[in-house]
């Protein structure tokens, strides 16, 4: 907790020193917010939105079942975090590419990649062996994060005029870490209590065979979409 205290201070410190940013001068709307909303009136963004909500009925499957699913292997706690933190040291190197990447491939076209490795990693995680995949698999949590959620802010970020970029990045978020969640974590709880069984110690253990099975006809389902109805305008498939 001290070093995350520490890390956050340093953070705001080095906020200060980033370079200002002063607001649009001529804003097309004085309600941002609604005019950001407004975005929602073309079918590409609908659809980008749509599919953000839903996946965000999976993320609960992701942690916290990801770590439980790791004991449930055999995995010591010790070694939990570690394997579980291959996912953000993959997320910066997904970052990075995303970046090189976005000159050379269709939007489209990483938005799929990243919706493939959710699909991915949920199948995996249904056959749950062998556990050295297993374990691989956990780096694709920064693919996933990168090249779904990251190139989602950028799509809306060139979608959207630069006076209601913000409000638009702010509508994203609420749809991908506010609406869902709630609901989303009560059924997962519930799918994780169904298919859970006694064991002779007393306790339980999940069938995270069943239990994942979930997430990835979810994650299947978020794939078609966008596959057959996320169509950007021609401005934006390269670029």
Partial sequence: MRLGAITLFAAAWLCLLLPPTPPAKAAASRMAALAAAKLMRHADVAVLMLVSFLLSFALPFVAPHGGLFLRALGVADAQVAPILSLGQVVEVFGFFSMAWLLGRVSIKTLIVIGLTCWVAR??????????????????????????????????????????????????????????????????????????????????????????????????????LIVALFFRPPRGLVQS
Avoid at 141 to 151: D, E, I, S
Avoid at 167 to 186: D, E, K, Y
């Fill in 122 to 223: 949920f199948a995996i995680w249904t056959v749950g062996s062998p556990l050295s995949l297993v374990v691989a698999s956990m780096g694709l949590h920064g693919l996933c994060y990168a090249f779904f959620y990251g190139m989602g802010m950028v799509y809306l970020d060139r979608r959207a005029t630069p006076d209601i970029r913000a409000s638009a990045q702010g509508m994203h978020l609420v749809v991908t870490s506010g609406l869902g969640i709630w609901p989303a974590n009560w059924i997962t709880a519930r799918i994780a209590d169904h298919y859970s069984r006694p064991t002779p110690g007393g306790g339980s253990a999940v069938d995270y065979s069943t239990v994942f099975l979930f997430p990835l006809v979810l994650c299947v389902v978020c794939w």
